[in-house]
């Protein structure tokens, strides 16, 4: 069958603390569903940005990251998976680009 997942960042305003809202996860066991922001910074406290130019969401600078946790089990086998990242940049000249790591590897 197919399954989804979907979570957003939320905030009380620009600048605020930013939390995940959990939207929707189908997978057979979801007791390992957490997302959580993080960084190497100490005291690293996830930022809400930019809620007049849309809908807002973390801010991802510096060595801020994302982390996902989720569990396949009881899924006999997992033929593909595709990952959808929506984002944006207050540079209006910036590539919008953006780098992932994974346990295989990663990439641009």
């Not at 996830?46 to 899924?75: H, K, N, Q, Y």
Request: aromatic fraction near 14%; hydrophobic fraction near 30%.
């Amino acid at each position: 069958g197919t399954h989804a997942l979907r979570f957003r960042w939320a905030g009380s305003g620009s600048g605020s603390r930013a939390y995940v809202v959990y939207e929707t996860n189908t997978l057979p066991d979801t007791s390992r569903w957490r997302v959580g922001a993080y960084s190497r910074s100490i005291g690293y406290t996830p930022v809400f940005r930019d809620p007049f130019l849309g809908e807002g969401g973390l801010e991802l600078s510096g060595t801020v990251f994302i982390d996902v946790e989720l569990s396949t089990a009881m899924l006999s086998r997992v033929r593909n998976a595709t990952l959808s990242i929506y984002g944006r940049s207050y540079s209006t000249g910036s590539s919008g680009s953006f780098e992932w790591t994974s346990f295989s590897g990663s990439g641009a």
